[in-house]
């Protein structure tokens, strides 16, 4: 027997391991089965956001029945922690008589040492396969052999490669057996806020692959206009999907190239603006297996180690609340809470917010995101935080410090994003919505909404100065 590893990649579609075990089998007249291992005390330890869990759940559960219609069965095993997931995988082994293991590569440290532990406890084969990325960490080197560190010489050498090399699109593997019948997973039915929470993101393949289809064909060239405004649908909203790889990047590639009958290789090429962000998710991940230590709570750029981070509880908890007194920075810091996820520019804004407005450290920020974030990825997620922070490869300078103010007028300029989420601010006209305190004192609902935390001009003064040292 064959068995398949599923982890961050719960698909059928574009999923090496699983078509190399369906291959094998078939050859050798073998079965094939799978497993998923749910640790939860590890997925604690990481922050893991209760929704990111239930919508990994929600989706193991469909997984399980898409794979039973294959012949395939699905075994999910409960640890608390890592370090036991070798004896349980054993144990499974053993009693069910598999010949080999098979999985996708990880690029987080504590994972990659997880699988490490997996090959040397199982007396079979483990086969680990690139499927992550569209080109697996290490294998884009400078002319010196050496990974890159830079984002735009990384970009040129992925676009290079694809242009030379192309891409490939696994599909589902053919049934190895008859159908089986799937007892769904006994899961706990979610809170009314959980369920709202989840109710964007429907876990069925098919579901994934229709919102990344319709994307393309209607928001793909207005993506590079649009992609800012928060409080306009112009983003793909596929995070989640490919977070829990049930999106390949591949899957990507083939929707751009089917919509515009040619890949955007070059700035300003229509769809490039879109590309560039998976390329993006690819440097970091690839920068995970370079640097394992970005893995663990240190900065890409190891000089900004002691930079004297303000351990202000309060602030932290004002700028969690979305009690801060800047509205762009309160209405996405609410969206986030509400909802578990939350647009990209915003997600800069309240990110350098943090680490130069309030001073406080990109780690707190970095975990909190974690914990509430449907799309939780180890790579993005820090590579954003260390960017905002002025710690990371291709970091803002640290003498620039987003103005909170003026990214709400630029990005939300009428203010309905900053009115969905604070409905204090509801009755705010326009030309107040950004600076709304004197308007409130007018009209008598001074105390409705919190004065500013800090002062903006002297909070930019203060992060230069402690980069500065």
Request: proline share 7%; hydrophobic share 50%; aromatic share 10%.
């Amino acid at each position: 027997m064959q068995l398949v590893w599923f982890r961050q990649d719960l698909r059928l579609v574009d999923h090496p391991a699983l078509s190399r075990a369906c291959r094998l089998a078939r050859q050798r007249g073998e079965a094939v089965e799978a497993v998923f291992v749910i640790s939860p005390a590890q997925w604690a330890r990481h922050h893991m956001a209760p929704v990111r869990q239930a919508f990994l759940l929600a989706r193991l559960d469909v997984l399980g029945a898409e794979l039973a219609r294959l012949g395939i069965r699905l075994h999910c095993l409960r640890v608390d922690w890592f370090v036991e997931i070798p004896t349980a995988l054993q144990q499974l082994v053993q009693a069910r008589g598999a010949t080999a293991l098979h999985a996708l590569t990880a690029s987080e440290h504590d994972e990659r040492g997880r699988d490490a532990d997996v090959q040397r406890a199982l007396q079979i084969p483990c086969n680990f396969y690139a499927g992550d990325c569209v080109f697996a960490p290490g294998t884009l080197l400078t002319g010196k052999g050496e990974a890159y560190r830079v984002f735009t010489p990384f970009s040129r050498a992925w676009l290079k490669t694809l242009a030379q090399e192309g891409f490939s699109l696994l599909p589902i593997p053919q049934a190895v057996g008859a159908p089986l019948p799937w007892q769904p997973l006994a899961l706990p039915a979610p809170s009314p806020g959980l369920a709202a929470m989840l109710a964007p993101w429907p876990v069925d393949e098919g579901a994934a692959e229709a919102r990344l289809q319709a994307f393309v064909a209607e928001d793909l060239l207005a993506y590079p206009q649009c992609r800012d405004l928060p409080a306009v649908p112009g983003t793909a909203r596929l995070s989640a999907y490919l977070a829990a790889g049930i999106l390949s990047p591949n899957q990507c590639l083939a929707a751009l190239l089917a919509q515009l009958g040619q890949l955007p290789l070059a700035q300003g090429a229509p769809g490039f603006a879109w590309l560039n962000e998976l390329i993006w998710r690819e440097f970091y991940r690839h920068l995970l297996v370079l640097l394992p230590r970005l893995s663990r709570d240190q900065p890409f750029n190891l000089a900004t180690r002691q930079l004297a981070w303000r351990q202000d509880a309060a602030d932290f908890a004002a700028w969690c609340q979305g009690q801060t007194g800047f509205p762009i920075v309160d209405a996405a810091m609410r969206c986030l809470k509400q909802t578990g996820w939350l647009h990209n520019r915003l997600r800069m804004v309240v990110a350098s917010f943090l680490t130069k407005d309030l001073l406080i450290s990109w780690r707190w920020g970095e975990d909190y995101f974690m914990s509430q974030l449907i799309d939780g990825d180890l790579a993005a997620n820090n590579g954003g935080w260390q960017w905002a922070a002025s710690t990371g490869a291709d970091a803002a300078p640290y003498f620039r410090v987003f103005n909170p103010t003026t990214q709400g007028q630029r990005f939300d300029p009428d203010g309905d994003f900053i009115r969905r989420w604070l409905p204090e601010l509801a009755r705010v006209p326009g030309a107040h919505i950004h600076r709304p305190h004197a308007w409130l004192d007018a009209h008598g609902l001074a105390g409705i909404y919190p004065l500013p935390r800090v002062d903006h001009a002297q909070a930019r003064l203060a992060a230069i100065a402690l980069f500065k040292g």
